[in-house]
């Protein structure tokens, strides 16, 4: 790994938001690729902060400041990701389902969707079925993204989509659903219109399913 890259790298695991963003912002001035710098160093090292969770080396509130540095170094990555100026392809109502606090997934998919030209309604983590419901209703909104990195709020995915058919907005919007324990055939199962696993086919698949 580059050194700039083991220093966000590093930066993450110890939880230095100062130094995460102060190295990010080196990074870009070195003009690294906004992608290279998050898929070689910053999704890496929140995988090792899990590691280290698993390995009972580090607690919960080790897990949070992990990710106020990981979320410090994307608010410098992201002005950089999202092109400004395009014309808009469709709009996101996003969040993680209820009962789940993982954001940094959604909040990366989010940011990438934006860069590819969608608006994005992000009603943020632990998001009811009817708070989406609400949103589809009072937007113009044509796609739906969920997010749940929990097995235990998984379910909340299937709660959303029924709600949405409860309220009569279903068809009014495809429904993208992502996150660690999700699976091609979980979202098949509740049906959801399509699954990603990573933030980028993520872009793919909502241009896909919006006809861009
Ligand atoms: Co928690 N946590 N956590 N945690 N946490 C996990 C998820 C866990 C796997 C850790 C472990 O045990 N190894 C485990 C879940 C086990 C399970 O259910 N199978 C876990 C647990 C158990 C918990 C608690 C229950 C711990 C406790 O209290 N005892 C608790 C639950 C709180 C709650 O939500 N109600 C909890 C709490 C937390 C913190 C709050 C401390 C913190 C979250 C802070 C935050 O997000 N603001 C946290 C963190 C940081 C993690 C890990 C370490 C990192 C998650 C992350 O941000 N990854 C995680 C372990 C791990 O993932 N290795 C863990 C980086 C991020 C970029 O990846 O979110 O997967 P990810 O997103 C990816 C893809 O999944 C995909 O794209 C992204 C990248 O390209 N994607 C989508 C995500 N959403 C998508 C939506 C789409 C498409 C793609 O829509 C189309």
Known sequence: MEPIL?????????????????????ALN?????????NEAMVPAMTEV??????GEYFVPEMLVCARAMQAGMSVLKPVM?????QSVGRVVAGTVKGDLHDIGKNLVCMMLEGAAFEIYDLGSDVSPDAFVDKVKNSDANVVVMSAL???????????????????????????VGGAPLTQKYADDIGADGY????????????RLVGA
């Open 6 to 26: 083991k220093e966000i790298y590093q930066g993450i695991i110890d939880a230095e938001q100062d130094i995460v963003r102060e190295k990010v912002q080196q």
């Open 30 to 38: 070195m003009e690294m690729e906004a992608g290279k710098i998050l």
């Open 50 to 55: 899990g590691r280290l969770f698993e390995d």
């Open 82 to 86: 999202v092109e400004q100026n395009l």
């Open 150 to 176: 929990l097995t235990t709020t998984m379910p909340n995915m299937k709660n959303t989509i029924e709600a949405l058919k409860v309220a009569g907005v279903r068809d009014k919007v495809k429904v993208m």
């Open 196 to 207: 990603a696993p990573d933030a980028s086919r993520a872009v793919a698949l909502a241009k």
